[in-house]
Each structure stands twice: as C-alpha cells, then as structure tokens.
C-alpha cells in the first residue's frame, strides 16, 4: 500500500508541474469566467441606454384604435412601439428607416370598412408575414374596442374568455422529474471529465516509457502498483481540477449574476446530498474503467506520437458508452435506457441522471455499481498482466496479435 501512494505522489507532482495542465487549467478557468460574464459584456457593448424591443412606428392617422395603441409597449411583445396619429407618406418611413430612427413601420387604414394595415421593413427577404405576436395583440385591442361598444353586462363580458383548466397526463407509470435537456448537458460534462482525466493515463505511461523513468520504477515496485498508483494519482489531479472549477463557476454566478438567473435553466432543488455522492462514487469508478484501458494502450507503444492511434480503440468505447447513455436519456423511461444504466462503458454516464430524473431505484444503483466494480477488477487483471510484460518494450507499437500472445502465456 505505501507503494502504491509513493507511486500517486510522485504522479501527482509531476502532473501539476507539467506546463500543458497548469496552461489548460488556467485557459479553462478564464473561459468560465469570460461565460458568466457574457451578459454583462453584452450590456458594455450595447450601452448603458438600450431600448428594449425592435422600433416601430405605427401610423393610425384615422383614429381608428381609439388612442390604445400605446398599450403595446406594456404587452412585451418585443416592440418599443412609437404611436402618432398624423399623416406620414411612405417616403418619409423610409427616409426615417434610411436613418436608422425607425427600423420597421405600421400604416393603420379603414377602406370598404375593413381594417387594412400595411406592414413596412427595409427588406422582404426575411420577412414573410406580420409576426404573430404583432397581430395577436392587435387582434386583443381591437376586438376589445368593438365588444366595449355592445354595453355587455359583467356576465356578459365574462363568458367570452375562455375559463379553461389544462391539464397534463402521460401514459408511463413512472414520473420523470427534471428536464431532460439539461440532463444531457451535464451528461456530456461528466463524460469528458471522466474522458480527459482517463486519457492522461496513457500519455503519462509512454513519456515515461520515452524518458527511461519506467526503468527505475519497475526495479523497486511492482508493476501492479504502478498501474494503480499511476491511475489514483491522475485520478486526484483531474478530481482537483473539476473541484477548482465547480468553484470558479459558483463564485462567478454570485458576483457577475443575478441572483436566480441560472434558476430556469438549472434547478437545485435535485441537487440533494445523495444525488452529489452518487455522481461523484460514478465518476471515480467510470474514471478508473477507463483509465485501467488507457493504461494497457500507454504501455504498448514506446514513443508518444503513436499514443492517439494506440488510444483509438478505447475512444471509441468511451464515445459508444456516451451516446449510448446520451440518446436513450430521449427517452429515460425506456428498457433501452434502463441497459445503459447498468452497462458498464454507459453506466457513469447516465445513472447519476437517472437518480436525478427520480427514475433510479435503489436495486438499480447497487447492481449497476457491482456491475462497473467487477468491471475494474477484471480489466485491472488484463491491464496488470499485459503491463507487466509491455512496459519494457522499447519497439515498434505492438499489435492486438501480441497483446494476446502475451496474456496467454501462462509463465508471465
């Protein structure tokens, strides 16, 4: 066990001294920053005095909505709607357009006792109608206008509006909480986290392998321990990483936000004590499923260019286990997505989201835990005994015949 740790702290001193993590680090760090500030950039470069809404003229030279049209501005239709009841030809809209005073324009006329209203823009390619907004309001002040003028009792008046009770039913016994949307977006974080921190495993193994480190560690430790202390080391670093910018991102949201801004789109009331743990027991277990595979490929090859082909095949177990969870998350209630909560290469991917969504029972988690456990014992094992007899390689890149060969043979 002292082994082991040796192994981690030597890993781990050497990860956080390596310019290209303490760069990344810091890159990404900025760019949380630079995304809580984005609202409050938007406001420095659109000024202090910005009017809400597109500016519209509207031209009701006949009187004909009775002086309501300035309860426009009130509706947030997104207009900040200009009224003038004189006569402006269409040479003067679009001169006031040229001029960037108006950006589109309303003319109100009554001919044949229809109401006509011609709608005004600087170019109809990207307008094909009225917005529907726009007429929906009119529409609400001039049937108002008209229904006022019937001298309807309360009664009356009351039984236009519709008075109707909505009400949502699904067919599928179990209820879904949270939105499905937002679920998937901290799907794909939780799978780079794990992606990225797995990853450098293997380049870590090869530069070793490349400096002639390996060499000395295998003469006073035993290979196993280097695995899993290499693994757990790599593991702390990127842990420590995502815990520098969970709190990055929440200071960011109580000085650069208001307060409740993030509260449509991520609701914390799901984010519970046991919804944290179970995350985080995912994430180190699917870290070390996939950190065991990268350690195998980082031992076959001797030089770090042959790293990224050497990792291909356990990319594209990574990104099938990702999607695999992320396109049955569509449909979280589905047999389908139910085997991607208990798969191993899927399972850190989306049981802390169905333990989120309130879809996960308990039997659930422990058999999709035990699952990924064995999973690690067993790929630790495969990765153990290949190591063991790779890590001195200093050859060409060895192929999956060789890799074979060499777990088959009983005296290694």
């Not at 011609?118 to 917005?131: A, G, K, R, S």
């Not at 006073?220 to 991102?249: D, E, F, H, N, R």
């Amino acid at each position: 066990m002292q082994g082991i740790f040796t192994v981690a702290a030597f890993t781990i001193k050497d990860m956080v001294k390596r310019k290209s993590y303490i760069i990344s680090s810091v890159i990404i760090l900025l760019l949380i920053v630079l995304a809580f500030n984005i609202p409050n950039i938007l406001n420095i470069i659109n000024g202090d005095n910005v009017e809400e809404g597109t500016k519209l003229l509207i031209v009701d030279n006949e009187n004909i909505f009775e002086g309501t049209l300035s309860s426009l501005n009130e509706m947030e239709i997104g207009y900040n709607s200009e009224i003038t009841n004189d006569s402006i030809t269409f040479d003067e809209i679009k001169e006031k357009i040229e001029k960037e005073e108006i950006e589109e324009a309303l003319i109100i006329r009554k001919e044949n006792g229809k109401v006509t209203m011609e709608y005004i823009v600087d170019n109809l390619i990207y307008v094909e109608q009225m917005p529907e907004k726009l007429v929906s309001a009119l529409s609400t002040l001039y049937t108002n206008i008209q229904v006022s003028k019937l001298n309807l009792t309360p009664d009356e008046l009351a039984s236009l509006s519709p008075n109707f009770e909505f009400k949502l039913t699904q067919t599928e016994e179990t209820e879904v909480e949270g939105n499905p949307v937002i679920v998937m977006l901290l799907s794909i974080v939780l799978f780079y986290a794990i992606y990225f921190c797995a990853y450098q495993v293997s380049s870590s193994i090869t530069t070793e392998k490349t400096s002639k480190i390996i060499e000395t560690l295998v003469t006073s430790t035993k290979p196993s321990t280097i695995v899993v202390g290499k693994t757990i080391g790599i593991g702390i670093v990127g842990l420590l990483q995502i815990l520098a910018m969970v709190i990055v991102a929440l200071i960011c949201n109580t000085i650069f936000l208001e307060e409740g801004a993030l509260s449509g789109i991520i609701s914390l009331e799901n984010m519970t004590p046991f919804l944290l743990v179970i995350t985080l027991v995912y994430f180190l277990l699917g870290y070390f499923t996939y950190a065991l595979f990268y350690a195998l490929t980082g031992s076959t090859v001797s030089k770090p260019e042959d790293v990224q082909s050497a990792n291909g095949p356990v990319a594209i177990l990574a990104v099938l286990g990702f999607y695999l969870a992320y396109f049955t998350m569509m449909n979280p209630t589905s047999n389908l997505n139910a085997f991607a909560a208990i798969f191993p290469l899927s399972s850190p991917f989306c049981m802390p989201f169905r333990v989120m969504m309130g879809i996960a029972s308990t039997w659930d988690i422990v058999i999709s835990i035990a699952v990924l456990i064995i999973t690690i014992f067993v790929t630790a094992k495969v990765s153990i005994k290949i190591y063991s007899n790779a890590i001195l390689n200093y050859g060409s890149k060895m192929n999956m015949k060789d890799i074979l060969r060499i777990y088959k043979d009983k005296n290694n």
